[in-house]
Each structure stands twice: as C-alpha cells, then as structure tokens.
C-alpha cells in the first residue's frame, strides 16, 4: 500500500478554509471566487522539501495557466513562487482536475506587456 505524503497547506486562515473547501467539493464550491477562476497549486518547498499548497486566481492563454507572483505589490516573490524557481513540477487542481505541470516564467518584455 502506498501512502501519499502530506500536504501543508497555506498558513492564512481564510486561504486554508477556501483550500478545505476546494479539495472536499472537487472544487464546485471554491473553483469560482468572487467571480473568478482559482485553482490549487502544490509545489515542493526549497527548503523543507514539504509539498506546499496554496490557491490562486488565474487566467488561460490557449492550454496554458498563468498565474501573477504580485504577494499584494510587496516587493519579493511570493514563497509558492521561490518553491517553483527551485523545483518546477508542480501540481495543479483546477475544479475536479488535478493533474501535474511544469511551471515557467514568462520572459521579460514585450510579451508581458
């Protein structure tokens, strides 16, 4: 019998209650917040190793997800997005899907804009 490792999820009360949610529907209830598309995303912590999992708001372009490393405007990278630079496979639920990706970022310039 193979046991799945544990999954910590994000430490904001409010984020961990919408993450509980997400997972215990299959994502009808936590897929649409506020009006807009949020999924899972697990990456593996630099550090502890640890799988880590927050959710996010993001959009689509063709089959890809992208996802805004903002943290509110601070002026660092979020921590799920330090976790990524080092290790990018990752692990997304989106609704009723979860299924593994490779992370990457775009580049800089015109395309961003």
């Known amino acids: 019998m193979t046991t799945q490792p544990s999954i910590i999820d ?7 209650d919408h ?22 995303l697990t990456t593996t912590g630099r ?9 996010l708001i993001y959009g689509t372009l063709g089959n890809d997800y992208l996802l805004v490393a ?3 405007g601070f002026p660092t990278h979020p921590l799920w997005y330090t ?4 290790d990018a496979v990752v692990t997304l639920q989106v609704g009723a899907d979860v299924f593994q990706a490779r992370a990457s ?6 395309e961003r804009d």
């Open 10 to 16: 994000s430490p904001t009360e409010w984020v961990a």
């Open 19 to 40: 993450i509980t949610r997400y997972v215990e529907t299959n994502g009808e209830d936590g897929h649409m917040w506020r009006g807009v598309p949020t999924l899972l």
């Open 47 to 55: 550090k502890s190793g640890a799988l880590r999992r927050t959710a």
């Open 70 to 72: 903002s943290k509110g």
């Open 83 to 86: 976790n990524l630079e080092a």
């Open 105 to 110: 970022t775009m580049p800089e310039g015109a």
